[in-house]
């Protein structure tokens, strides 16, 4: 695998600076610090981010939080800088993330980035993130969490459980296909990869019959209008930190820190830090059919948990409750309840069973961006990098 970053654009060479719209109503104070940002001076926070449409959401999200939080020091224009790094994830579609290796190929350039000082943090979607963190970084940062609940889409609308028997159902994610499959034994699960439009545009084209996304994501993109029917934990329990945002900074670094506090939505990090827990007992990652959700009911903390059979001929469920000072400790304990019905063993458990591949793929053999988007036909992606639009988590 590639350890490197395939494309900073941030400062170097055949690469651009995403700035962020300028204020016109800056007060005067601000106004000599913006003419030194014009003539080329670095802004005071540099922020990496994945190029999809999704992650520029959450990179501006970020900006404006750290603007609102911070208007003195960050209000003025050039003071947050968007930088679009590439990651190997984004550039191989055509496959299923087993096979390249794993979620861990979201997040190793920005880690590479964030190390040798390129960017100052990284913003993450949670469910990407590795449970453990490379030396020298800290994530101590979650934004308000959205919706966790995953969304069915179909062409042929109704509700999953009416989707015919047979029907061909486009997902990555061996969760979802161990849930599914659990559920209609006669589903048939495919590879379906790309940035949330793509996979919608797929769908489209009747490459598969219906598919299933995380409805946080669809929800920041403003394309809720596309769900057919909203998936309750009891029918498709959500993965680990699923809806969540997560900020990464270097762990020494005392000013990114400082902001970072004043941004983290404790209880959305409580109940992520209570599932992380879970996954890491379990020895978890996108390889393995693990789902895992908490939250904060009348101030006590919910878990639920669940691993099961790629094939879905065999699941194990968990629930666990305490306070929320013991999030951590409730995940880990649950995960080795479950570790201990999987014999122990969880890797011999889940197996090495995979997504089938995509029965016709749109993007196989099409040069992509890098940016979890492809540069030909329709399915270019606008490439400038500019904030798609973001709905704001209440």
Request: hydrophobic share 40%.
């Amino acid at each position: 695998m590639r350890t490197t970053c395939l494309g900073l654009f941030c400062g170097a060479a055949a690469s651009y600076n995403v700035q962020p719209l300028i204020n016109h109503a800056q007060q005067q104070q601000h106004v000599s610090r913006s003419a030194a940002v014009f003539m080329g001076e670095q802004g005071i926070v540099k922020v990496g981010t994945r190029g999809s449409p999704l992650a520029l959401a959450q990179a501006y999200e970020t900006q404006r939080r750290l603007k609102e939080a911070f208007p003195d020091e960050l209000g003025h224009e050039g003071a947050i800088e968007i930088c679009v790094i590439k990651t190997t994830g984004d550039m191989v579609l055509d496959k299923a993330l087993k096979e390249i290796g794993g979620k861990g190929l979201f997040t190793k350039e920005l880690d590479v980035s964030l190390l040798n000082g390129a960017v100052d943090i990284c913003v993450h979607s949670m469910k990407d993130v590795p449970t453990w963190l490379v030396d020298g970084t800290v994530l101590p940062c979650n934004l308000p969490r959205e919706d966790t609940r995953d969304a069915f889409i179909s062409r042929e609308g109704g509700s999953l459980k009416s989707l015919k028997n047979g029907a061909v159902i486009g997902t990555a994610s061996l969760r979802r296909q161990a849930q599914l499959l659990a559920m209609n034994p006669t589903f048939t699960c495919v590879n379906f990869r790309g940035n949330v439009q793509t996979r919608l545009k797929k769908l489209s084209e009747g490459i598969v019959d219906a598919t299933l996304l995380a409805k946080a994501g669809l929800n920041r993109m403003n394309l809720a209008e596309h769900i057919t029917e909203v998936l309750d934990w009891d029918m498709m329990l959500p993965a680990v930190a699923q809806g969540a945002i997560g900020i990464q900074c270097r762990e020494n670094d005392q000013k990114m820190l400082r902001y970072l506090a004043a941004l983290n939505h404790q209880d959305t990090k409580v109940c992520v830090d209570c599932e992380r827990a879970f996954l890491a007992a379990l020895d978890g990652n996108c390889r393995t059919p693990i789902a895992g959700q908490a939250k904060l009911v009348n101030g006590k903390l919910e878990f639920r948990g669940l691993i099961a059979k790629p094939d879905g001929t065999v699941l194990y469920k968990t629930t666990a409750s305490g306070a929320p000072a013991d999030a951590v400790a409730i995940g880990e304990e649950a995960g080795k309840e479950l570790k201990v019905k999987c014999g122990n063993d969880a890797l011999a458990f889940f197996g090495d069973a995979e997504v089938k591949p995509e029965p016709k793929s749109s993007v196989t053999g099409v040069e992509t961006d890098g940016l979890g988007g492809y540069v030909k036909g329709d399915y270019a992606m606008d490439a400038s990098g500019k904030d798609p639009g973001f709905v704001a988590t209440k």
